[in-house]
């Protein structure tokens, strides 16, 4: 005999999940280059733990893919705080990228200060932003 005080038998064994999930994974499904922004910035960690791995750049820098990380995983939980890191760190690496085209006249480095400024502005549009807890 069932009363009211009992939930339904759920026989897949896992807990619903709670509106909050539900509605940051249809934010995220509404704003997909948020997540290929999130997805780039692990990239970009990943390259320069490489880097320093083989001795291209120095050890200090294994302090950014901290930062890129934690930005990424930031804005992917659609946080304001990971949303700035995360635009700080395009908006640097651009900036970078733009300085390394100017001096050694890279096309390499003119795409990727260019990829990065398609990501800023994406970041800085109003619906993004308006979105972020």
């Known amino acids: ?6 939930a339904p038998d759920d026989s897949s064994g896992r807990d ?5 999930q539900k ?5 995220l499904l509404k704003l997909p280059g948020v997540i290929a922004i999130g997805f780039y910035m692990i990239l970009m960690a990943g390259v320069t733990v490489v880097y320093v791995m083989q001795h291209h750049t120095a050890i200090l820098y294994l302090v950014f893919p901290i930062f890129f990380i934690a930005g990424a995983l930031g804005l992917l939980m659609m946080l ?3 949303w700035a890191l995360t ?3 395009i908006g640097l690496s651009s ?3 733009f300085y390394r085209f100017s001096v050694e006249h890279s096309f390499a480095a ?4 260019l990829l990065n400024l398609v990501f800023f502005f994406y970041l800085v ?4 932003r308006e979105r972020l807890r």
């Not at 509605?23 to 934010?27: F, G, R």
């Not at 003119?110 to 200060?113: D, I, N, V």
């Not at 549009?125 to 993004?128: E, F, Q, S, Y």
Request: charged letters at 10%; glycine letters at 6%; hydrophobic letters at 50%.
């Open 95 to 97: 900036a970078t990228f």
């Open 110 to 113: 003119l795409m990727q200060a």
């Open 87 to 89: 635009l700080a760190a």
């Open 80 to 82: 304001r705080w990971g």
């Open 16 to 20: 619903p999940a709670s509106p909050a």
């Open 23 to 27: 509605s940051l994974a249809a934010t």
């Open 125 to 128: 549009r109003t619906d993004v």
């Open 1 to 6: 005999m069932m009363d009211g005080h009992n």
